[in-house]
């Protein structure tokens, strides 16, 4: 046996999604970086040992323009090109491949940290080194650091470093929450193992096992669906050991729940229920997937409230906008639904105070073992937020490394910087405006070749005597079209027809908070006459002028009588609404109280209603590419040019008054954050590259020195084929104080518009 010690800035335990989130982040932030992870895949739940695939807030398409971006959208963004199949091997690459970039980052797999060494009185206790045994090779190491990151899950290294925790459920008065329980019990969501199928071709059959469980004999059958056509995540509802304790019965539970599987593949084959003669049992997952364990207390608990009010933080660092998703505590044997569910009306915040630990000074967390009560981790636990959490933990210890302070000390101390930083680096946060003293180009003069100034869906008149080319969509339900207003709306031209003479009643509605997208407050209403006929344009006057510029829903009321036209793809900053509630699990029961459920975007997603908004707008002016917000934010917060032409670049052109230094320009991409980008493709994107996403770029300088000519203009990045969100491009040392600086666009991977959330010129 062999004995090392490993020095660090930056040691993280645990190489789930949160665990790699953070050590990437610390790395990219100029610290020396130790990951470990006790397996030999990284991604944790996610990776090809337990395939469960990556949720986050988009929660399957219910929430609206909310996916994350930072690292988890990078390798979002990355599968979707490399694995349209969702083959969870090639996830466990994509994951690999974005650590092994990282020079500042060293990776230990297979090592299993046992032991902490923390000094210190109970209140504040001090990580000094974790320890970890490294299977296979022999490997003792001894891991130092001035900070720590547990993003074990089940929070190991803060229990042994002598961290708070939370176990189980607390009650109702603790935090006033409707959803727990009377009193406190000691029950967790339990653990699910999964298993994959194949089609042969040829029958196949299929002896079952000792270990087979008769689940005939069980609950199973009346109260879950079985389908022989799914596999994978499909049966996440294969959940067990809630009533037990998630970690020391592990084995106990992973010995029910394979029993399980086999006794369902013996029911699906030898039922007689099932068209199945083909099909064999390809693999089985031998790893519990755990949903929950010990919660470590950070300075705030996240709570029900804090979800389902969207409470905002000063501190908030990251989002989620899965449902707050409970599962009994009997899994799969019990007799009720496999999950309640219950959403926020759009993405809730995370506190930085949720991220580090109460009483350990130099130790952080994220992921499942987030500073949370139960309901609330409820939401907060899927791997995507996990995620998002681990970057904002990262980039949070990398400034304690900087400044030579606690986790704490940042909070009280570092606060903007820590949240800037995330900005500048396009992390997964809401709320937060650029207000970077180092961004340079929040003092420039912003213009551009030109600017969508009309907000419509694409239409396309038809020549003399030709009929409109689009889809007839009975108006049988309500609809809401989603639209940016800056600085006002006075009217919506809709294109209808009508089977006889009646009247189309249009209503608008604000969205309550910024990042909301749901028809919450009756600003204005009128009815509009429709003459029976065929296609033809009527107008609806309904003026609506707010303070700031804000999202607005336009619902048009069912009238059987009358039909709109739709059309693709979204135009940008807009979205279409369908009321009617939208629940394509059967093993889960939602809760239909919350607008967003009764106003779900699927149905018709990727389409618009065919209609003509006015005024002229500003809601996609160049400016809004220096705003801040990097993303739909109380608008879209992006420049769209006008629709582009072959042969014509469109600019993005920023001025200074007195020559500025700038060390690296930034640039942020539109790629579109309303589709859902899942891992093993839950529900399937077509494009391996956002359409949105501008293809081919030149970034350009120009020199104090030089005059006003386009000869003079320095090129600092030529990049053609581009299909990444966040591009950065340092300054050639040599290009000295600058005057102005452009972005030009040649072509987009699809998208009529070239679409830019962010320019900045880094100090």
Same mark, same amino acid.
């Given at each position: 046996?062999?004995?090392? *010690?490993?020095? $660090?800035? &930056?040691?993280?335990?645990?190489? +789930?999604?949160?665990? !790699?989130? %953070?050590?990437?982040? #610390? ?114 190491? *001894?891991?130092? $650091?001035? &900070?720590?990151?547990?993003?074990? +899950?089940?929070?190991? !290294?803060? %229990?042994?470093?002598? #961290? ?600």
């Amino acid at each position: 046996m062999r004995t090392q *010690t490993v020095e $660090a800035d &930056v040691v993280v335990v645990g190489g +789930g999604l949160a665990g !790699v989130s %953070a050590a990437v982040a #610390a790395a990219r932030l100029g610290r020396q970086v130790v990951l470990v992870n006790n397996r030999p895949v990284l991604g944790g739940n996610s990776s090809s040992e337990v395939r469960v695939w990556v949720c986050g807030a988009t929660a399957h398409g219910n929430q609206r323009w909310a996916r994350e971006t930072g690292i988890v959208g990078e390798m979002y963004v990355e599968n979707q090109y490399r694995n349209p199949e969702g083959n969870p091997v090639y996830w466990d690459d994509v994951v690999l491949d974005t650590v092994r970039r990282e020079e500042n980052l060293r990776l230990f797999l297979n090592t299993d940290v046992r032991e902490v060494v923390a000094t210190g009185p109970e209140d504040a206790r001090r990580i000094e080194s974790v320890t970890g045994w490294t299977m296979g090779s022999e490997i003792l190491t *001894t891991f130092t $650091a001035p &900070v720590f990151l547990d993003c074990t +899950g089940d929070g190991l !290294v803060g %229990a042994l470093a002598g #961290a708070r925790y939370r176990l189980g459920k607390e009650s109702q008065a603790e935090f006033g929450e409707e959803w727990a329980p009377p009193e406190p019990v000691r029950e967790f969501l339990g653990s699910t193992l999964l298993f994959y199928t194949k089609d042969l071709g040829h029958p196949v059959k299929y002896v079952a096992p000792e270990t087979a469980i008769d689940i005939t004999t069980t609950p199973i059958p009346m109260n879950r669906v079985i389908r022989s056509g799914d596999s994978g995540a499909h049966y996440w509802w294969i959940e067990w050991g809630g009533e037990l304790d998630i970690v020391d019965d592990n084995e106990r539970i992973r010995d029910e729940l394979r029993g399980v599987i086999l006794g369902i593949w013996d029911y699906i084959k030898n039922s007689g229920r099932f068209d199945a003669d083909n099909l064999t049992l390809e693999w089985i997952g031998n790893v519990p997937g755990k949903r929950e364990y010990r919660r470590l207390v950070g300075d705030y608990t996240l709570h029900q409230g804090d979800v389902v009010d969207q409470t905002v933080f000063d501190d908030g660092v990251a989002f989620g906008g899965w449902s707050i998703d409970l599962h009994p505590a009997q899994g799969m044997y019990a007799e009720g639904a496999g999950a309640l569910q219950r959403f926020s009306e759009g993405v809730f915040e995370i506190p930085y105070r949720s991220l580090y630990s109460v009483n350990v000074e130099n130790m952080l967390f994220a992921g499942r073992d987030v500073s949370a009560t139960h309901i609330a981790f409820g939401a907060a636990r899927v791997m995507a937020t996990c995620g998002a959490m681990g970057q904002a933990a990262g980039t949070a210890a990398a400034l304690c490394v900087e400044h030579g302070t606690t986790p704490r000390g940042i909070y009280t101390d570092h606060l903007d910087e820590l949240r800037q930083t995330l900005l500048r680096w396009d992390a997964p946060a809401v709320g937060i405006a650029n207000a970077d003293p180092r961004d340079l180009a929040r003092r420039a003069r912003v213009t551009a070749s030109s600017t969508t100034t009309r907000i419509a869906a694409p239409v396309a008149e038809p020549a003399d005597g030709d009929p409109y080319d689009f889809d007839v969509y009975d108006l049988d339900v309500d609809l809401g079209i989603v639209l940016p207003v800056d600085p006002r709306l006075d009217t919506v031209e809709l294109l209808v027809s009508a089977r006889r003479d009646t009247t189309l009643a249009v209503e608008v509605y604000s969205t309550g908070k910024p990042q909301n997208v749901v028809p919450a407050h009756l600003e204005a209403k009128t009815d509009v006459v429709v003459a029976a006929g065929d296609e033809r344009w009527v107008t609806a006057h309904v003026a609506f002028a707010p303070d700031t510029p804000q999202n607005a829903v336009v619902v048009l009321r069912a009238n059987p009588d009358v039909a709109v036209r739709l059309t693709s793809p979204l135009p940008a900053g807009v979205l279409t609404l369908v009321h009617r509630v939208d629940n394509d699990d059967q093993n889960v029961q939602i809760s239909s109280e919350e607008l967003l459920v009764q106003w779900p975007t699927k149905p018709l997603r990727g389409r618009s209603v065919v209609f003509r908004a006015g005024p002229d707008t500003r809601a996609l002016a160049p400016e809004r590419a220096t705003s801040g917000f990097h993303r739909n934010h109380g608008g879209p917060h992006l420049w769209a040019s006008s629709p582009m032409v072959a042969g014509r670049d469109e600019w993005l052109h920023l001025d200074w008054d007195e020559p500025v230094t700038g060390r690296e320009v930034r640039v942020v991409f539109d790629d579109d954050l309303d589709v859902e980008l899942n891992t093993l493709h839950h529900h399937r994107t077509p494009d391996e590259i956002m359409p949105t996403l501008v293809r081919d770029y030149r970034v350009e300088v120009l020199p104090a020195g030089a005059v006003p000519a386009e000869d003079r203009w320095v090129t600092v990045a030529d990049e053609t084929d581009n299909r990444w969100r966040l591009r950065t491009h340092p300054l050639p040392a040599d290009v000295g104080p600058l005057r102005a600086a452009r972005l030009v666009v040649g072509a987009t991977n699809g998208a009529a518009q070239a679409r830019v959330v962010a320019l900045r010129v880094q100090e």
